[in-house]
């Protein structure tokens, strides 16, 4: 698995409140990522990490912010969540270069009420 | 920007009858890999191909990228209950982010 740990396994929020997940690794890879599930739609990178304090913008950035203070931590917050958000997270790493290969954490089931 | 298309959206199959999942890019790959997810699981790495027209096999499992390096293809032969999944197929666009396609979900009938 990686050394990939995802808090917490299971939310449940208010609609309006802020959220934060997360991503913590045990083997100090560069490459992190954030991913959203949903039916129909695969996976969709939220945002993403080269390293500490380096991070961008995915393909569905609206609405999340990250943070990478630490090698081995990657949060991802709603800033304020909304119903739209309900969905399965995952945190992901990839071992030696960007767009490789990659190991999934064990996902975060969010649901906004 | 660029799109992965992904086909079927599922496929059931008895025991031992095999099953082909194709992937379509709407654009030029420098890589594509494959992931497994087991329902309520995550996604698990299951291969990644780089050249063009590569072939790799995987026990029952055979990866192709297409020539024009924007087509690829999962096929198993003889599936067994253990292939129940979803198979994802993904590759990186020029923004430096990777798209995956909407996965193909597989089960076996025993």
């Known amino acids: 698995d990686a050394g990939i740990t995802q808090s917490p396994r299971h939310k449940v929020t208010e609609t309006g409140t802020p959220v934060t997940l997360r991503c913590h690794q045990t083997?100090?890879?560069?490459?992190m990522y954030w991913y959203r599930q949903d039916p129909g739609h695969g996976l969709r990178l939220i945002h993403y990490?080269?390293?500490?304090?380096?991070?961008d913008k995915g393909e569905v950035s609206d609405g999340y912010s990250v943070s990478r203070s630490k090698t081995e931590d990657f949060l991802l917050t709603l800033e304020s969540a909304t119903s739209s958000q309900t969905s399965v997270y995952f945190c992901?790493?990839?071992?030696?270069?960007?767009?490789?290969?990659?190991?999934f954490g064990q996902g975060t089931r969010l649901t906004v009420v | 920007g660029q799109q992965v298309m992904q086909i079927p959206q599922y496929q059931h199959v008895q025991e031992g009858e095999d099953f082909t999942t194709y992937c379509n890019s709407s654009?030029?790959?420098?890589?594509i890999q494959w992931y497994k997810q087991r329902p309520g699981g995550h996604p698990v790495f299951l291969i990644q191909?780089?050249?063009?027209?590569e072939v790799k096999k995987q026990k029952r499992l055979t990866f192709q990228f297409g020539e024009a390096k924007k087509n690829s293809s999962l096929h198993i032969t003889a599936t067994q209950t253990t292939d129940v999944g979803t198979y994802f197929c993904?590759?990186?666009?020029?923004?430096?982010?990777?798209?995956f396609g909407a996965g193909t979900r597989l089960t076996v009938k025993p």
């Open positions: 990490s080269y390293g500490v304090k380096d991070t």
């Open positions: 654009t030029t790959l420098s890589n």
């Open positions: 992901a790493i990839s071992l030696q270069a960007p767009n490789t290969e990659a190991f």
């Open positions: 993904a590759g990186p666009n020029n923004n430096n982010d990777m798209r």
């Open positions: 191909l780089v050249k063009s027209g």
């Open positions: 083997e100090n890879h560069r490459y």
